[in-house]
């Protein structure tokens, strides 16, 4: 839930791009001072003319979805915080754009980088779904100029069993990712219990700038298997990342930002089918030893951001 602006690494883990983005709808949220709740209705009915039109012409509901968040911070305190937290959204398909399947959903995502612009891990258009159900587990503790956190996050889209064969009628995708900072000088870690997240850090002398070091490892897996085999039905591919970033923060407004990080794809990452993943015989046999394959690489990234 942290705004862009303030977020510990230039990018988001690949698993919480599974979470939906912004949408309109009715919410409504409360908090005191250790708990916070918010939940909503949303649909594309009320915001899009062209998901409407389409959704007529096709004669298919415009889609709706019902989200919810709760957290709890047992301990709450100066610069000495636990939360937890869980999430979930209950979700119907809806159209998107001119040539989206009907009742479909689809994940796929850049690689934990806006450089290379390629999506290996990438599910397709899973067709003749019905609901999809999201969950999000949240675990963060900070101290200070400490600060770990962690989120599961799980994905559950039921299809239509009449419609697709035996074993194929629910796809599960889901990831997680744990990371670890730490202000190196001059500034702790704040925790706004408004929206239940970390925000802006807390300068301890405005008239210097601070450092900050922090550590992540995330994980999505889009794989879905039936009893007893070695290959998907359904394979959107999985991947992980070790990333490290350096930030300097001269003031408020103005941060300097340093990420190094690997991605290690398996052979399912493949884009569709767009990319090599591994290697095969004069006959088409796939002679790559088992849990090798994949397209794996690393990336260096260097952002000046400035929040007004």
Known sequence: MTTSRYITFMERPYSTEMAPSRHLGVAYKMFFNKIFFEAG???????????????KAKGTNAGWSVTGRFAFA?????????????????????LQEIGDPENSFRYGE???????????????????????????????????????????????????????????????????????AWLINNADYYYNMGDAEFSQIDFRNNKKGAFEVALRYSFMDANTFKDGEDTPWMPG???????????????????????????????WADGKGAYKTFDVNADGQDITPTGQGGIDFSTIQARILIAF
Not at 74 to 94: E, N, Q, T
Request: include cysteine; proline fraction near 2%.
């Open 41 to 55: 209705v949303f649909s594309s009915l009320i915001a899009n003319d062209l998901m409407r039109d389409q959704n």
């Open 74 to 94: 047992p301990i709450k305190k100066d610069k000495h915080v636990l939360h937890l937290g869980i999430a979930s959204s209950y979700r119907v398909p809806k």
């Open 110 to 180: 850049n690689a934990e980088t806006e450089i290379n612009r390629k999506k290996y891990i990438d599910t397709d258009w899973v067709t003749h779904c019905q609901t999809k159900v999201l969950l999000g587990t949240e675990l963060a503790y900070a101290v200070k100029n400490f600060r770990v956190q962690g989120e599961y996050i799980r994905t559950s889209i039921k299809r239509d069993s009449t419609k697709v064969p035996e074993g194929e009628d629910r796809y599960v995708l889901k990831g997680f990712y744990i990371m670890g």
């Open 237 to 267: 591919g999985s991947g992980e990342s070790y990333t490290v970033g350096v930030s300097y923060y001269f003031n408020y407004n103005v941060k300097l930002m340093l990420n190094y990080a690997y991605m290690n794809h398996d052979r």
